[in-house]
Nanobody, 115 residues
Framework: QAQVVESGGGLVQPGGSLRLSCATS????????LSWYRQAPGKQREMVAT???????DYADSVKGRFSISRDNGKRLGYLQMNRLKPEDTAVYYC?????????WGQGTQVTVSS
């Protein structure tokens, strides 16, 4: 059974850093794209970063230069390194494997940026 589990969220001060991890099981990760989404209170879920199975990477404009997505297919892991965090980055962060419409989703991890 396919499973996606995020970890690494927490409370951090503005300007700080966090590294989110996405652990997968029951999925041949190398054959899928992996993406990070986030959803802030009262807002729609938005794509933050995506890395294709060919390692093509794309970021939302709001996080370019601050966030970095990576993957380790052998370990079945995905990562989101978040630097220079801002209060507006506060959201629940979700890992998606495959596609937003038909892929696999985790339960999310809360990231709160506040002083």
């Amino acid at each position: 059974q396919a499973q996606v589990v995020e970890s690494g969220g927490g409370l951090v001060q503005p300007g700080g850093s966090l590294r989110l991890s996405c652990a997968t099981s029951g999925i041949v990760l190398s054959t899928w794209s992996l993406s990070w989404y986030r959803q802030a209170p009262g807002k729609q879920r938005e794509m933050v970063a995506t890395i294709s199975r060919g390692f093509t990477i794309d970021y939302a404009d709001s996080v370019k230069g601050r966030f970095s997505i990576s993957r380790d297919n052998g370990k079945r892991l995905g990562y989101l390194q978040m630097n220079r965090l801002k209060p507006e980055d506060t959201a629940v962060y979700y890992c998606n494997v495959g596609s937003a419409d038909s892929g696999y989703w985790g339960q999310g991890t809360q990231v709160t940026v506040s002083s």
